[in-house]
């Protein structure tokens, strides 16, 4: 098999997608306003956030090319991949393409990961009381193709996630193009992050929905690990991607013995800390810049 370079074995961003920050006070451009985060903290989501240009997310579309081509990525593409559905739904009529380990394929999905305004504003909403030191988890794509493209059934992450503890989670959703009603945006429920089971997620089931305004190409929606989102079909003519960072605060422990991702097991117990949960922010690292 040919093997391809696993990006995962690079700690930092490249520098291809964007300029890697140099000055520590240049940190502080990234942050959320304290009315963001309050209002995170009351809906469980925030919307309309900025974090790619236009340009960078046609960059990354073209990348974004080996997932929706007919062949799909190749064997050693897939060798990396923690997942791979071509369609994950089953239906021919509701396709939804979902893969999640591509950030160890490219430099641009890999310095994605990094982005400075991406985990800047993950360091003030992991945590209620305090910024955190952030760590990646895992990166996510959804795609659903014009016309016949897939539905996401109503969850909660974090109901996916439960191997890893304490719930101390985050998930910030990019769309690489405009998100509307006709192509299937991300949908939430807004409080919908204080609805739990004994504590814990609720099952997966249908609710009924609040109707959201959708997203522009290069924002974000961020969400809480509990709040309740999913989104409906496109009918539109052109496809509607999106690329997802998932990331959780320095100190979350693995909660099972088995495999945590495909190739990654981390003893029940132990932090969550090797080459594939690389520490992306720390906000020491702006302290002095002030
Ligand atoms: O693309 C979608 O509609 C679903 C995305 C999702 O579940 C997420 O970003 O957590
Ligand atoms: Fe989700």
């Not at 239906?91 to 430099?107: I, K, Y």
């Not at 909403?125 to 030191?133: G, N, Q, V, Y």
């Not at 990646?136 to 996630?161: E, I, R, T």
């Amino acid at each position: 098999m040919t093997s391809i370079k696993d990006w995962s074995l690079e700690h930092g961003p490249s520098g291809k997608l964007f300029q890697p920050v140099k000055n520590k006070a240049d940190w502080a451009t990234y942050k959320l306003t304290n009315q963001q985060i309050d209002t995170f903290w009351k809906d469980g989501f925030l919307n309309h956030i900025p974090l790619l240009s236009v340009d960078q997310c046609d960059a990354i579309l073209k990348e974004y090319d080996i997932f929706m081509s007919e062949n799909g990525p190749g064997e050693a593409e897939l060798d990396l991949l923690y997942e791979f559905h071509r369609n994950q739904s089953g239906d021919v009529n509701n396709v939804l393409m979902h893969a999640l380990g591509h950030w160890r394929l490219s430099p641009l999905f890999h310095d994605l990961v990094f982005l400075p305004s991406a985990v800047v504003k993950a360091s003030q909403l992991l945590l209620p009381d305090r910024e955190a030191k952030v760590r990646f988890w895992h990166d996510q794509l959804f795609a659903k193709p014009a016309k016949h493209g897939g539905v996401v059934a109503w969850h909660q992450d974090y109901s996916y996630w439960t191997r890893t503890q304490p719930m101390q989670h985050l998930t910030i959703h990019i769309a690489l193009e405009d998100q509307t009603e006709e192509n299937g945006t991300l949908e939430y429920i807004p409080g919908s992050h204080r609805w739990t089971r004994q504590g814990g997620p609720l099952p997966v089931l249908d609710f009924n929905f609040k109707d959201m305004e959708g997203i522009k190409k290069g924002e974000a929606s961020i969400h809480h690990p509990l709040s309740v989102h999913g989104s409906y079909g496109n009918r539109s003519d052109k496809a509607r991607r999106s690329a997802v960072l998932n990331y959780f605060a320095d100190g979350t422990r693995s909660d099972t013995n088995e495999q945590l991702l495909k190739g990654s097991l981390v003893p029940k117990g132990e932090e969550m800390g090797s080459q594939l949960y690389p520490l992306v922010y720390d906000p020491e690292w702006f302290k002095d810049g002030k």
